[in-house]
């Protein structure tokens, strides 16, 4: 089992930066895509990036050229560089570990609990 906390979240004026963290910890039994996903008030939860463990990198095109995922992998921790907010990007961030290599590790999914951002106009 994995337990995934993130951080980093807060108030920021349109136009600023924030930069979100996910810590993994527990069992590793597998390889981990790593990825971020947000949810705004009456809205369904959103894809925003994912980190492929070959390191290969996707975004969601509504974030693309202003977010930037990466991973230390002796931190065991995945980041979320965001850059040039927008009030539209105000929503709880979500980490979510998928699990690869195998039909057991294809079916392992995990969450953490969410860190909020808020971006004022």
């Known amino acids: 089992r994995l337990q995934l906390v993130e951080s980093g979240g807060g108030s920021v004026q349109a136009g600023g930066s924030l930069r979100l963290s996910c810590v993994a910890s527990g069992v590793f039994g597998c390889w981990y895509d790593m990825s971020w996903y947000r949810q705004s008030p009456g809205n369904e939860r959103e894809f925003v990036s994912i980190i492929h463990t070959n390191s290969s990198t996707r975004y969601a095109d509504s974030v693309r050229g202003r977010f930037t995922i990466s991973h230390d992998n002796a931190k065991k921790t995945v980041y979320l560089q965001m850059n040039s907010l927008k009030p539209e990007d105000t929503a709880m961030y979500y980490c979510?570990?998928?699990?690869?290599?195998?039909?057991?590790?294809?079916?392992?999914?995990?969450w953490g609990q969410g860190t909020l951002v808020t971006v004022v106009s």
């Open positions: 979510k570990a998928s699990g690869r290599g195998s039909t057991v590790c294809d079916s392992e999914a995990w």
